[in-house]
C-alpha cells in the first residue's frame, strides 16, 4: 500500500493549458515601471531625444526580460516525488524534480512550488542546463494527521533581472496520507519480554521445539535425523518439529465517544501500541468501531495499519470495535 | 589567472553595480555644469567604499543630516533661480547615490543604486547632447545588465539557500565566468537594439514642457571684443566649430577658400575693437542687397546654399555666413507644440544673430549671393556715406606718426576702392605672418607695422583699418573663420583654429565689400598630424550622432518610417514581378542565394571556431558521431515510452531499466547498446544505413510493446 497516491486526483483536477502564464512585479519591477512611464511621460514632455533612447532602452529591457523569462520555462518537466511515510510533527522531505527538455538554452533561476493544496514549500533551481535534470528538496512538518492533497506546481522565474515573476502553473494532483503523531509507547511488561516471539501450537511445523519422533524417510533433509536416538536404536530416526505460531495481538480502539484531542490522542496511542507490537514481532490486528485490520506483520501491514488510523474520523453512530478471538487485546480507551 | 575568472559572484555583483553608476554619474557629468567638487566627491566616495568596505551604519544619521542640509540648501537656490531645477536635481541625485554607495549592504541599498544610476543617465541625457554621452549610455547599457542580472542572482540565492550554502556560491568561481559574462553583454546589445528600435518607432509627439537644452560652456570664437595686447600665442585648436555642407559643392580634394563671416567690431578701445552699441532696431530678417550688388546679381548670379551646423560654444549667437550677400536664413528645430522657436535678429551694422542663443547647437542654412562686383566695378563710387557708418570713420585720439604717413602714403589721391586694394596689397606683400602675440605694447598698431612687422590676422586686419579710416575711407574689423576640410563623413569642417580676421571697407551702393590684408598663408590654420585627424574623426562621429539622435523629430521620424516602407514595398513588387526567366527574378535570385551563401558560410565559420576551441579528446570520427548521435535518439525514444532514464543511465543500466518497463524492446536496446559502445570506443564502423536500422528496429519494439497494453501511461 504507497500512501502517496501521485495521479489519484488525475480525473478531478482541472487541467492547465500549457500556454498559461501569470506575470506579477516584483518590488523593483514596480519601481522600474513608473520609472519607465516618468521617464517616457519626461521624453514626450520634453522632446529630448536622449531621453527617448533611455526610455528604449528601459523598454527593450523589459522586452528581452519578457523572451528570456519564457524561454527559461519553456519545456521545462517538473516531476514532485513524495515522501513513504509522514507523521504529525516530524519533518518530511518532499523532492522536486526539473528536467530541462531545451537542447541549447539553460533555464536560470526557476522556483518551483506548491499551488493550491493543503502543503506550501518550494525550490530553487539556480541554473538548470539545456537536457539536463535537478533534484531539489523542501521539508514540511505536517500538523494534521489524515490526507493531505496537492494540486499545482508552479514553475517561476524572475530571471534575468528580477522585475518580473513569471509563472507557469503545472497540473500535478497527488495524496499524501500523515501517520498519527508519533508517541513514546507503554513500556513492554515483564512477562511479555520473557516470550517474546513465536508461541508453540501443539502440531507438527517448522519451529525448533521437537514435537515427535519417527522412522526416518530416505531422502529427507539429513538435518532432520536425530542423532541420538537413532545411535539408541541403531536405525535412522526422524525427528517432527513443533510449529510455532506469532504471538497475536489486537489493539483495539473504541473512539465512538471522542471527538477533538481526546481522539488525536487515543489514535495516537492506538498507533504506538499497534508499532510497539509490530516491532516486538508479533502479528497485530487492529479493531475500530466499524473496521477491522487482520492480524499480520511486517512493513506493508504497518503502513496499511497506519493508514487505517490516519483516516479515522470521530463517528458516534459506528459499532463497537470488534476484537480478535484469538488475540490478546490491547485496548485504547477513549 | 584573469581577474574575470578569479570573480566570484558578490564581487562581480559589486563591480557591476559601481561600474553601472560610474557610468550613469560619466553619462552626466560631461556636461562639465555638476562642478569639480561634485566630481571628486563622486570619485573618491567610490574608491573608499571599495577599497574600504565600511559595513557599519553607525554614522549614517550623520550622513542624512547632510543630505537633508544639501536638499533644502538647493530647494532655496532653485527657489531664489541661482540653480536651475535639472542640474539641482542632478546634484542631489549624485550626493543620493554617494550615500547609498557609501552605506551599501542590503538587497535595498543595491536595489537603489541602479534606480539612481537611471536618473543619472536621464540628469545627463537633460545636461548634455554630447556623443560621450552615447558612449556613457553604451557602458552604462553593458554594465546595468550585468548589475541588474547578477544582483538578481546574488539575492535569488540569498533568499533561497541556507546562508552558508549562499556564502559558498556568493563567494565561489562556477557561477561567474567570462562566458557567463560575454552572454550578459550580448544581452544588452540585444537590449540596445530593442532600444534602437523603439527610439526609432516611438511617435516624437512632444508636448514641450519643461524643455531644457543642453548648452555648452563657450571655449573659444566669436566674443564682442578683440584685445590686442594679450601675449603668448594664437592656439591650433583643431575641434570643429561648423559642419557644413554647400551648393554648389566645391571639389572634395583641397581647402576650402572661404570666409565665414561672424561679426563686425568698429569701436576702437586703445587695445583693440569692440562691437558698436546702438540700439536695436528689432530686424528679424536679412538686409536688402544695395543697387550695384543687385545689378551685377541680376546680370551674373552665383547663388550659393550652405547648410551649416554651428556648435553652439563656438558660435555664441551669431549666424555665420559663407562669402557673399546673405539672402535668407531658415532654422531647423525639432518640432514641439510649445518649444521656442529659433529666430533670426538683424543688428544694425548689418550681423546676425539667432536667439534664444542657449538653445545649443544650431542648424540652418543660408543662401547668399556671390554676385559682386569687380574693383573695377565699384570704383567711382564716391564718397557720400550715410550718417549710421559714422562709427566706421572714427581714428584713435592718439596714433603714431608714422602711422599717419604710411595711410597718407598708401591712399593720397586715389579712389578709396584703390586706396583700400593698395593697403591690402601692401599689407599683404610687406609684411610677414606669424601667431605669436606681440605682448604688452602701448601701441600694437605701430609696434606691427615698423617694429616686429610680423603678427597674425588681427594685427593685419587692425592695421588697414586705422590706415583706411585715417584716409576717411570707413572700414570696419571684421571676425569669423576661414577655410575649411572636407571629411570622409562629407561635409566640411570648419576649426575653431580656423578663426581669422578681416576687413570690410564701405562702398556707397555696393555696401560693406571684404578685403582681406592677412598673406594666405597665414589665414586659417595649418593643422595637421594625427592628433588634428582624430579630431575630425570624432567629429564625424558626433555629427552623426548629432544628425541621427539628438536631432531626430517628427519629420525625421516620418521620413525614416516611410523610407523603410518604400524599401519594404518595392522588396514585394520586386518579388511579385519575379517570374522564372525575367531579370527581377534573377536578381532576387541572386540576392537570396548570396544571403543563403553569407549566412551558411558565416555559421560554418562559426562552428569552425568553436571546434577549434575544443579539446583534441573530442574530435570524434564520423563513425563515433554517429554513434553518440544515434544512442542520444535511442534515449530519447525510450524516455518518451516512459523508460525512466536520467543524464547518468549507463547504457547497461538502459538495457536493464527497458526490461523491467518495455519487456520487449529489450533485445532491441541490447543490440543496439552493443553496436553503439563498439562504434563509440571499440574503432568498429557504424555505416549509416545499420543505425538507421537499429533505431527503426527499436521503434518498431516500442510499438510492439504499447499495443497488447493499450500504452502505459506516464506520469506527469
Redesign the interface.
Known amino acids: 500500500v504507497s500512501v502517496a497516491r501521485?495521479?489519484a486526483l488525475t480525473a478531478r483536477a482541472r487541467v492547465v493549458p500549457a500556454w498559461k502564464r501569470r506575470l506579477s512585479f516584483t518590488?523593483?519591477g514596480r519601481?522600474?515601471v513608473a520609472?519607465t512611464v516618468a521617464?517616457g511621460f519626461?521624453a514626450?514632455?520634453?522632446?529630448?531625444?536622449?531621453?527617448?533612447?533611455?526610455?528604449?532602452?528601459?523598454?527593450?529591457?523589459i522586452?528581452?526580460s519578457g523572451i528570456?523569462s519564457e524561454t527559461s520555462l519553456r519545456a521545462v518537466?517538473v516531476?514532485r516525488r513524495l515522501p513513504i511515510s509522514a507523521s504529525v510533527g516530524a519533518e518530511a522531505l518532499v523532492a522536486l524534480i526539473a528536467r530541462n527538455g531545451k537542447p541549447r538554452a539553460p533555464s536560470?533561476?526557476l522556483?518551483v512550488r506548491e499551488k493550491g493544496g493543503d502543503v506550501a514549500g518550494q525550490?530553487?533551481f539556480?541554473?538548470l542546463g539545456p537536457?539536463?535534470?535537478e533534484e531539489v528538496s523542501y521539508r514540511f512538518t505536517p500538523a494534521r494527521r489524515g490526507v493531505h492533497r496537492f494540486d499545482q506546481l508552479e514553475v517561476a522565474t524572475?530571471?534575468?533581472?528580477?522585475?518580473f515573476e513569471k509563472v507557469r502553473p503545472l497540473?500535478?494532483p497527488a495524496e499524501l496520507i500523515v501517520f498519527p503523531r508519533r508517541i513514546a509507547p507503554p513500556p513492554l511488561e515483564p512477562r511479555q519480554l520473557a516470550r517474546e516471539g513465536e508461541s508453540s501450537t501443539g502440531r507438527a511445523g517448522h519451529g525448533l521445539e521437537m514435537h515427535a519422533l519417527r522412522d526416518y524417510r530416505p531422502g529427507e533433509d539429513a538435518r532432520s535425523i536425530h542423532w541420538r536416538s537413532s545411535a539408541r536404536a541403531g536405525k535412522l530416526i526422524g525427528v517432527d518439529r513443533e510449529q510455532e505460531r506469532r504471538r497475536q495481538v489486537c489493539v483495539v480502539l473504541d473512539h465512538r465517544r471522542a471527538t477533538g484531542a481526546a481522539l488525536e490522542t487515543a489514535v495516537e496511542r492506538a498507533a504506538a501500541l499497534f508499532e510497539r507490537e509490530l516491532d516486538s514481532g508479533a502479528e497485530v490486528s487492529l479493531a475500530l468501531c466499524g473496521e477491522r485490520l487482520p492480524a499480520g506483520s511486517g512493513e506493508r501491514h504497518r503502513i496499511a495499519g497506519l493508514t487505517l488510523l490516519a483516516l479515522l474520523d470521530a463517528s458516534s453512530g459506528a459499532p463497537p470495535p470488534v476484537p480478535d478471538r484469538d488475540a490478546s487485546v490491547l485496548e485504547v480507551v477513549a | 589567472v584573469s581577474p574575470v575568472r578569479r570573480m566570484t559572484l558578490l564581487r562581480a555583483q559589486e563591480w557591476a553595480g559601481t561600474l553601472a553608476l560610474a557610468a550613469a554619474f560619466g553619462a552626466c557629468a560631461i556636461s562639465g555644469e555638476l562642478g569639480v567638487g561634485l566630481v571628486l566627491l563622486f570619485f573618491g566616495a567610490a574608491a573608499a567604499a571599495s577599497i574600504l568596505r565600511p559595513s557599519t551604519r553607525r554614522y549614517e544619521w550623520a550622513w542624512t543630516t547632510l543630505l537633508g542640509a544639501a536638499f533644502l540648501l538647493q530647494a532655496a537656490q532653485i527657489a531664489s533661480g541661482r540653480l536651475d531645477i535639472v542640474l539641482g536635481a542632478a546634484q542631489f541625485t549624485v550626493l543620493l547615490a554617494v550615500h547609498r554607495l557609501w552605506h551599501r549592504g542590503s538587497r535595498r541599498d543595491e536595489?537603489l543604486l541602479l534606480?539612481l544610476s537611471?536618473?543619472l543617465?536621464?540628469a545627463?541625457?537633460?545636461l548634455s547632447?554630447e556623443l560621450l554621452?552615447g558612449l556613457c549610455?553604451l557602458c552604462y547599457?553593458v554594465a546595468a545588465?550585468w548589475a541588474?542580472?547578477l544582483?538578481?542572482?546574488r539575492?535569488?540565492?540569498e533568499s533561497?539557500?541556507t546562508p552558508e550554502h549562499a556564502a559558498m556560491?556568493l563567494n565561489g568561481r562556477r557561477?561567474v565566468t567570462p562566458g557567463v559574462l560575454a552572454a550578459?553583454a550580448s544581452?544588452s546589445l540585444?537590449?540596445?537594439?530593442?532600444?534602437?528600435?523603439?527610439?526609432v518607432t516611438?511617435p516624437?509627439?512632444?508636448?514641450?514642457?519643461?524643455?531644457?537644452s543642453s548648452s555648452s560652456i563657450p571655449i573659444a570664437g566669436l566674443g564682442d571684443q578683440i584685445d590686442l595686447l594679450r601675449h603668448g600665442v594664437v592656439a591650433d585648436d583643431p575641434r570643429v566649430v561648423l559642419r557644413v555642407q554647400l551648393d554648389p559643392s566645391p571639389s572634395a580634394h583641397g581647402e576650402l577658400t572661404t570666409h565665414w563671416r561672424a561679426r563686425s567690431l568698429e569701436v576702437w578701445t586703445g587695445r583693440g575693437w569692440r562691437a558698436r552699441t546702438d540700439v536695436w532696431g528689432g530686424a528679424t530678417s536679412t538686409a536688402p542687397m544695395p543697387p550695384v550688388r543687385r545689378a551685377e546679381a541680376y546680370r551674373r548670379p552665383d547663388p550659393l546654399v550652405a547648410d551649416i551646423e554651428a556648435v553652439a560654444g563656438f558660435s555664441a549667437g551669431v549666424v555665420l555666413v559663407p562669402e557673399g550677400w546673405p539672402m535668407g536664413v531658415t532654422f531647423h528645430g525639432?518640432?514641439?507644440a510649445r518649444?521656442t522657436q529659433t529666430r533670426l535678429l538683424r543688428a544694425p551694422n548689418g550681423d546676425l544673430f539667432y536667439t534664444p542663443a542657449e538653445m545649443g547647437d544650431v542648424h540652418y542654412v543660408v543662401r547668399t549671393e556671390r554676385a559682386l562686383p569687380d574693383l573695377d566695378g565699384l570704383r567711382g563710387s564716391g564718397t557720400t556715406y550715410p550718417r549710421e557708418i559714422a562709427v566706421d570713420l572714427e581714428v584713435p585720439d592718439h596714433v603714431d606718426e608714422r602711422v599717419r604717413r604710411l595711410s597718407r602714403l598708401l591712399t593720397a589721391g586715389k579712389d578709396p576702392v584703390d586706396a583700400a586694394a593698395a593697403v591690402e596689397l601692401w599689407l599683404t606683400k610687406s609684411l610677414g605672418y606669424t601667431r605669436e602675440l606681440p605682448g604688452p605694447q602701448s601701441d600694437p598698431i605701430a609696434h606691427f607695422l615698423f617694429e616686429s612687422r610680423r603678427g597674425h590676422c588681427e594685427l593685419f586686419s587692425s592695421a588697414m583699418v586705422i590706415l583706411l579710416r585715417l584716409a576717411g575711407i570707413p572700414a570696419r574689423n571684421v571676425t569669423g573663420y576661414y577655410g575649411g576640410v572636407h571629411t570622409g563623413a562629407g561635409y566640411w569642417a570648419v576649426r575653431a583654429g580656423d578663426a581669422h580676421s578681416w576687413v570690410e571697407v564701405y562702398v556707397p551702393g555696393a555696401g560693406f565689400v571684404p578685403f582681406d590684408p592677412t598673406p594666405p598663408s597665414g589665414r586659417g590654420s595649418a593643422q595637421k598630424g594625427w592628433w588634428a585627424e582624430a579630431v575630425l574623426v570624432w567629429d564625424g562621429l558626433s555629427q552623426r550622432w548629432r544628425a541621427f539622435?539628438?536631432?531626430?523629430?517628427l519629420l525625421s521620424q516620418r521620413r525614416t518610417i516611410a523610407r523603410i516602407a518604400t524599401a519594404l514595398r518595392e522588396t514585394g513588387k520586386r518579388l511579385s514581378r519575379a517570374r522564372p526567366g525575367t531579370p527581377e527574378f534573377r536578381e532576387a535570385a541572386f540576392q537570396i542565394a548570396l544571403s543563403l551563401l553569407v549566412v551558411v558560410g558565416g555559421i560554418a565559420l562559426l562552428r569552425r571556431v568553436r571546434h577549434r576551441g575544443r579539446p583534441a579528446s573530442d574530435a570524434l570520427t564520423a563513425d563515433q558521431r554517429r554513434a553518440r548521435k544515434l544512442w542520444q535518439r535511442a534515449r530519447e525514444r525510450l524516455d518518451r515510452e516512459g523508460v525512466p532514464l536520467?543524464?547518468a543511465t549507463s547504457p547497461r543500466e538502459t538495457i536493464r531499466w527497458t526490461a523491467q518497463h518495455k519487456p520487449p524492446a529489450a533485445p532491441a536496446v541490447e543490440r543496439l547498446a552493443s553496436v553503439v559502445l563498439a562504434a563509440r570506443w571499440g574503432g568498429e564502423r557504424l555505416p549509416p544505413w545499420r543505425a538507421r536500422t537499429l533505431l527503426q528496429e527499436l521503434q518498431q519494439q516500442l510499438r510492439r510493446s504499447n499495443a497488447p497494453a493499450g500504452g502505459e501511461s506516464r506520469?506527469?
Open positions: 501521485a495521479g518590488p523593483l519601481w522600474y520609472l521617464i519626461a514626450i514632455n520634453t522632446g529630448n531625444n536622449l531621453l527617448f533612447l533611455v526610455l528604449g532602452l528601459l523598454l527593450s529591457s522586452v528581452v528570456l518537466r516531476e536560470v533561476g522556483t525550490g530553487l539556480l541554473v537536457g539536463r535534470s524572475r530571471a534575468p533581472f528580477g522585475l497540473s500535478a | 536595489w534606480l537611471v536618473l543617465v536621464c545627463g541625457a537633460a547632447a554621452f549610455f547599457a545588465t541588474l542580472a544582483t538578481y542572482l539575492f535569488e540565492i533561497a539557500r556560491l557561477l550578459l544581452l540585444a537590449a540596445l537594439v530593442g532600444s534602437a528600435a523603439i527610439f516611438f516624437r509627439v512632444t508636448i514641450g514642457g519643461l524643455r531644457r525639432p518640432l514641439t518649444g539622435v539628438v536631432d531626430y523629430d536520467t543524464p506520469k506527469t
